[in-house]
């Protein structure tokens, strides 16, 4: 190398040092501005995949016109029970990362029981939920404190056919009689589906039965002693086995849920259907073969399915994280995500709305569905009550044994599971 | 190739890529097509939205393929890591030590492993390991360790003991004997056992769901559980398909990379002891 | 010396197996549960005693041992015939063995769905086959008596390839001059594959058989996906009565002793193989082999 190389060589180092010095004090003054002002408070909420992406374009809007608040969204897992795991791990060792929670109606007493939540009522009132649809107020409150704020009430329907008759059935007996005509012509292979797999689905199911017989699971007043050895009950038993044993609903049924159902129904080959609202929308899409020829009712109490937002303990942020769960669950956002995505609003004066009305044609239904909802049984040993009832069933469902023996045998494990549990339930 | 053989190997081949097919048959179809019968199914209903909704999903695709590859290569080398020097170590015992200490990890390695997953949360919990990839690497190596370390064990016994005598003869201290004559002879099993830990953290589901909540943070089998369709209630074959077939791709390509190493390594002593 | 090389290995592994079974000891003589309002309360043996008079416990140990004996009998059969196949000289050796390696390289929990979709009544493509073929549909996994067949399937189609590759690596083991004597010697390849091939496979067939039997037993994912444990809770595993415990029903001490049972189970299983081959070795050494 020429001498003449060796001093541009030696200022190389000293100018790169300089610049580094420069981009440091730079970053140190972005910093330093930055920790000047208050680090918004975050408030994190853990929810299933879908709910999380309808809800996307509210949360985004609410960011940005909060500069102190912020609400970030943790997608959960699509299936109800792998996000209740995830709530569940997260929570098991106390110290959990999200402050809400959205939950199913059924986890409240186990997660209160187990004393993940924080009680609402010091923060929101006592009266949070006035101005709800009665049926959305169900399943919120347990043990004398209010857990969680709902944000969608969902319920059980009848979908049907409007091709294939004029009037939808009113009673169980006319949808049975109905069903039996159109499947025994060959018109459709399933005159009627609903949920038979072995899951939570089946326990929905089986409790609009109960009660469109009049019965009840849990004896009301006496809340830890269950009534499935009622005649009630094993009338509805026998009746939904009925379904399967006279070819009404084929025996296929055994491994349908929700999704398989629309999936039968959407593709003509069932004239009844039993789903949740979401299912409408569904249905409608351009690719149905049943578009614009499916109708919705009520037939009594539908099975009350609501999704909400409780508050977990040792939560850093409370006030500011019940201020989010309030405007989550208030009557505007409650609008927009009924008209954007056909969710059920839980707010009455929204179900009374006529101009909601014409966005979602199924309001009035579901308006008349709220008034009066079933309640799957409030304790914290609901999901062995209903692990039991499923087991039963779905045994009687694929034709092994009685519908009196499978419901005595479903009334003494469940006996002894609410005698186990005692004064908590 | 006798006549037997080439029935025999495509039924062989069709009954291993049947389903895979199907999947990626499903992944072109509407949701609405999935249910048409009768034989003008076929000529509608072809799509490329699963796919399109699966790679513009937020964080995209390739971050979750990024997230399992991370994982897999610090899991796979961690292992190595202490099973190489383990297995040595376990070879050089006496052989009723020897003998326990493989009984033993051979009742680990047959062990359910998601029977763990509740406990080594705790234990996540407690150290602070939770939404870090790397810290994955650690349950995974220790589920993956009983396995590794007999197979290379078994390896190590196949070598000549000359060999290793020779090279200590030549004042070659442990860490060189590894390295420049051990180590380039246990290559296929070495290869062979990479590939089994790999696999084993590609597709591990339950510590990964439990221990990683972060969306961007997220490795493959877990975010393929939040493809979401419009409900709680719907389940999107269709994307899922599209997901197992992407899914698929890195695997297939990484199998017939290291298909000859994966079965040669195996027989170099899988089975002793 | 060369024990320190094992310790941070035999670490590890210890922290990751022991511990876990150390604390299921622990919890399965506690009550803790949601009741309990999880905070763990000494109550004796009364979980065991809960177990050994739950039927239900014992219900679901019947159904996984009848589901992991099929699996792993088929997946030797299966896995045998296709290590033979791929033992045999074959164009494109390389591309056909990562074809067949695949089902393997798959996460369960992604092609249990994919299973699930087509076993589907009445759209799934089997269905569809049949009903090409005139036949009714059939309720793959609807039908009580026949629903944990299909899980074997699924479970076979998956594992089938590991065993192929245990047992291919035995065959490759086998020195080529004997199976050559044995020709020359004009036997035929039924008789060579009882006297040469399967006699030297066999550590090989007792290694698969223990490692997949194992596994087996602690199916989980697969029948959560395929059937939730139903229908009429015909293919509940002992690891899905296990999770429920813990995580539906947020019984952990419970649960810890279900756990625990399962792993007892396990055990004495394959201590039960285990005994039975070193039987075998020794009445063969003795000249009284069957």
């Known amino acids: 190398m020429s001498a003449g190389a060796q001093p541009h060589l030696n200022h190389r180092p000293r100018q790169r040092g300089l610049a580094a010095l420069a981009a440091l004090l730079v970053l140190l003054f972005c910093a330093g501005t930055g920790l000047a002002g208050p680090r918004p408070v975050e408030v994190s909420v853990l929810m299933p995949a879908p709910f999380a992406d309808a809800t996307a374009p509210l949360v985004a809007a609410f960011n940005r016109d909060h500069r102190d608040l912020q609400i970030a969204v943790t997608r959960g897992p699509l299936d109800t029970e792998a996000l209740s795991d995830l709530a569940i791990s997260s929570l098991l060792l106390g110290d959990t990362p999200y402050d809400l929670l959205l939950m199913d109606v059924t986890w409240t007493p186990k997660y209160a029981a187990a004393g993940w939540l924080e009680p609402l009522e010091p923060l929101l009132g006592a009266d949070a939920l006035a101005g709800m649809a009665p049926g959305a107020q169900l399943g919120n409150a347990f043990a004398g404190h209010l857990w969680r704020l709902p944000l969608v009430a969902d319920m059980g329907l009848i979908y049907w056919r409007t091709d294939l008759m004029r009037v939808p059935p009113r009673t169980l007996q006319e949808l049975r009689d109905s069903a039996a005509q159109l499947e025994g012509r060959g018109v459709v292979p399933w005159g009627y589906v609903w949920q038979g797999r072995q899951y939570e689905g089946l326990s929905c199911v089986f409790l609009e039965v109960l009660r469109g017989f009049g019965g009840h699971w849990l004896r009301p007043g006496e809340e830890h002693e269950p009534a499935l050895d009622s005649p009630e009950a094993i009338a509805a038993a026998r009746w939904l086995a009925g379904l399967v044993r006279s070819g009404i609903t084929p025996e296929a049924v055994a491994n349908v849920s929700e999704a398989d159902a629309l999936q039968i129904f959407g593709a003509g080959e069932a004239a009844f259907m039993r789903n949740w609202p979401y299912a409408w929308a569904e249905l409608q899409k351009p690719g149905s073969a049943v578009a614009g020829r499916v109708g919705v009712v009520s037939l009594g109490d539908g099975t009350q399915g609501s999704w909400g937002l409780s508050m977990l303990k040792g939560s850093a942020h409370p006030q500011q994280a019940a201020a989010v769960m309030r405007w989550f669950t208030g009557e505007a956002s409650s609008r927009e995500l009924a008209e954007r995505y056909g969710y059920t609003p839980v707010w009455q004066s929204l179900l009374n709305d006529p101009q909601l009305q014409q966005q979602l044609p199924l309001l009035p239904v579901l308006r008349q569905a709220l008034a009066s909802t079933a309640l799957r049984p409030l304790t914290p040993v609901y999901a062995q009550l209903s692990d039991v009832l499923q087991r039963q069933l779905s045994a009687l469902i694929t034709g092994s044994g009685s519908p009196e023996a499978a419901m005595a045998e479903a009334q003494r494990q469940s006996q002894l599971i609410l005698q186990a549990a005692g004064p908590v339930a | ?273 | 010396m060369t024990l320190l090389l094992l310790l941070p290995a035999l670490a590890l592994a210890a922290a990751v197996f022991l511990w876990p079974l150390l604390r299921y000891g622990w919890l399965s003589l506690q009550a803790h549960s949601v009741l309990t309002a999880l905070v763990p309360v000494p109550n004796g043996g009364a979980n065991w005693q809960r177990l050994l008079a739950d039927g239900r416990f014992w219900q679901d140990a019947a159904q996984t041992l009848r589901f992991a004996g099929l699996s792993v009998g088929l997946e030797l059969l299966l896995g045998l015939s296709l290590a033979l196949l791929l033992h045999r000289p074959l164009p494109r050796r390389g591309l056909v063995r990562a074809v067949v390696l695949l089902p393997w390289a798959l996460p369960t929990t992604v092609m249990a769905l994919g299973w699930r979709w087509i076993l589907n009544d009445p759209f799934g493509p089997l269905n569809g086959l049949l009903r090409s073929l005139g036949l009714p549909a059939y309720g793959f996994l609807s039908e009580p008596r026949s629903t944990w067949l299909f899980t074997v399937l699924a479970d076979v189609w998956k594992t089938t390839p590991f065993v192929a590759l245990l047992l291919l690596a035995g065959l490759q083991a086998i020195p080529a001059e004997l199976e050559e004597a044995l020709r020359l010697e004009g036997a035929n390849a039924w008789q060579r594959l009882q006297r040469l091939t399967l006699p030297l496979l066999a550590p090989y067939m007792l290694l698969a058989a223990l490692f997949r039997l194992a596994q087996a037993l602690g199916v989980f994912d697969l029948i959560q996906v395929l059937t939730g444990g139903g229908p009429a809770s015909s293919t509940e595993s002992l690891a899905l009565y296990a999770y429920l415990n813990a995580m539906r029903f947020l019984d952990f001490g419970y649960a810890a002793t279900v756990m625990l049972g399962m792993f007892a189970l396990v055990l004495g299983l394959s201590a039960l193989v285990l005994v039975g081959q070193a039987m075998r070795r020794r009445w063969a050494a003795a000249g009284l082999t069957p």
Request: net charge positive; charged share 10%; hydrophobic share 60%.
């Open chain 2, 1 to 273: 190739m006798s006549r037997t053989s080439l029935p025999l190997l495509l039924a062989a081949l069709g009954w291993s890529l049947m389903p895979l097919l199907w999947q990626l048959l499903t992944s072109l179809r509407t949701a609405e097509a999935l249910v048409l019968q009768g034989a003008g199914a076929w000529l509608q209903g072809w799509t490329l939205d699963n796919y399109r909704l699966v790679l513009q999903g937020d964080p995209p695709f390739w971050r979750y393929l990024l997230n399992s590859s991370l994982v897999g290569a610090a899991s796979t080398g961690l292992t190595l890591l202490l099973a190489i020097p383990a297995a040595y170590g376990l070879q050089r015992q006496r052989p009723a030590l020897r003998g326990a200490l493989s009984l033993a990890l051979l009742a680990a390695a047959m062990f359910p492993y998601v029977l763990l997953f509740l406990a080594l949360l705790e234990l996540a919990r407690a150290l602070g390991w939770g939404n870090q990839l790397l810290a994955l690497a650690l349950p995974y190596a220790g589920l993956s360790l009983p396995l590794a370390v007999l197979l290379l064990r078994a390896a190590f016994a196949d070598l000549p003991e000359e060999l290793e005598d020779a090279a200590r003869l030549e004042g070659l201290n442990l860490w060189q004997r590894l390295r420049r004559v051990l180590l380039p002879l246990l290559a296929p099993a070495i290869a062979s056992t990479a590939i089994l830990v790999f696999l084993f953290s590609w597709n591990e589901y339950p510590i990964a769901l439990t221990w990683i909540s972060r969306a961007d943070l997220l490795t493959l089998p877990v975010a393929m559980a939040r493809i979401a369709g419009s409900s709680v209630y719907a389940v999107p074959y269709g994307a899922f398909a599209a997901a197992t077939v992407l899914g698929a791709l890195p695997l297939l390509a990484l199998v017939l990379v290291f298909q000859r190493q994966i079965v040669s390594g195996l027989t170099q002593g899988a089975v002793k002891g």
